[in-house]
Structures are given as structure tokens and as C-alpha cells.
């Protein structure tokens, strides 16, 4: 269990797309369900190998379903079940993991989710995903490959520092950029490969990519 290499990590959002946990299950070599998205992966066809939280979402039919995979209870009413997923990551040295299922349904729970990634996103290379989107969260350098035309925007979550881009239709060099700037949305790739980098700071990366259904 220790060093985990690829998790995917499923959460209880009604608008997740079942055919894409199908597909992203068959590249992680363990799967994690947040409570309640227990549900999402029996719908799906996918047996995880855990489920954490406070386990108060998951349906009787789902528990019935898997009485033997590893029943994770946590009791603190203090974070949500994305965070206590998290933190029992980052406790396995995770390495990467891929959300599916923290977007959609209420609004403010899709927005808290994408800020509890601030925490974690030095500790864990994440990547949220959901049909035609994924978005990382940044604190470094990192290099993505989509089509030339793709659309990509950056939203800082802290002032973000020396912010420079490579391979976009815009090009960015050592800008600052600040929370609730807007000069950073809706770029385009001008080629297969293209990169993002600050010097401190965090800013998530959106990225549209073909949709799974």
C-alpha cells in the first residue's frame, strides 16, 4: 500500500460521467471512492478498493454489494471527505491521483472542493477531471500535450509569480498575476505540447479536452 503510484479517486457528484470513471479506472493501479461516490463506482461497474469518509452517503445497496473492500470511517465533521481522502493519500505517499466526481450538484460544495486542492497540490501531483474538462492545480513547472487549438486558462489562487507560458497563442512571460485576474482566461494552444510555470504561488490549469460520452 505504501507509495501508491496512480489512485483514482471518486467522489458523489449526481453529474459524473460513468463511462469516464470506466476509462480512467483502467490506468490506476489502486481506486479510492469518498463516501457517497462509493455509489458512483457501483453504477459504473467499478469495484474500488477502498471507501473513506463519514460514510454517511453510501446507499444500502452498495454496502450490500461489497461487504469485504476496506470500509475507511473517519469522524471529524471538521473537513469534507475530499480532504479526508487527502490526507490518507498523502499519509500512503500517493504520487498522482485523478478526481472524478467533485464537480456538479451543489454549487458550493464544486467550489470547495477546487480550493481544498490548494492544500495538496505541493504534496500530490492532482488532476480533476470531468466530462470535457481537467483541471490541475500549479505550484511549479509542468508540461501537457493536448491538440493545437485547445482551449486552456489559468486561475491563480494566490498572487502567482514570474507566471510564464510556452506554446499558446498568447505567450506569458514572468507575469504577476493576482486572485480575480482575468487576462489569463480562455488561451489557446498553438501546439501539442505547451507548458506553465511560476516561481511561487498557486494557480489551477483548465483544460477542455473531447468529451467521454
Not at 86 to 110: E, M, N, P, Q, W
Not at 130 to 149: N, V
Amino acid at each position: 500500500m505504501e507509495g501508491l503510484n496512480h489512485v483514482l479517486l471518486i467522489g458523489n457528484s449526481p453529474h459524473c460521467s460513468l463511462s469516464l470513471i470506466k476509462k480512467l479506472a483502467t490506468t490506476a493501479d489502486f481506486i479510492l471512492a469518498t463516501d457517497g461516490g462509493a455509489n458512483n463506482a457501483r453504477k459504473a461497474g467499478i469495484r474500488p478498493h477502498a471507501v473513506i469518509g463519514d460514510l454517511d452517503s453510501v446507499s444500502r445497496t452498495t454496502r450490500h454489494q461489497w461487504p469485504d473492500i476496506s470500509w475507511i470511517f473517519v469522524d471529524n465533521q471538521n473537513n469534507t471527505d475530499l480532504q479526508k481522502a487527502l490526507d490518507y493519500l498523502v499519509a500512503h505517499k500517493c504520487k498522482k491521483c485523478t478526481l472524478i466526481g467533485f464537480y456538479g450538484g451543489r454549487t458550493d460544495f464544486s467550489i470547495g472542493n477546487l480550493l481544498a486542492l490548494y492544500s495538496y497540490a505541493k504534496k500530490i501531483d492532482l488532476c480533476v477531471m470531468e466530462d470535457g474538462w481537467k483541471i490541475y492545480p500549479l505550484c511549479s513547472e509542468k508540461t501537457f500535450s493536448a491538440p493545437i487549438g485547445t482551449r486552456v486558462s489559468l486561475l491563480p489562487l494566490t498572487t502567482c509569480y514570474q507566471v510564464t507560458l510556452a506554446g499558446f497563442k498568447y505567450p506569458l512571460k514572468e507575469a504577476r498575476l493576482t486572485l480575480g485576474t482575468t487576462r489569463t482566461l480562455s488561451n489557446l494552444t498553438a501546439a501539442n505540447r505547451f507548458s506553465v510555470s511560476l516561481t511561487r504561488g498557486t494557480l489551477l490549469v483548465y483544460i477542455e479536452h473531447k468529451s467521454q460520452r
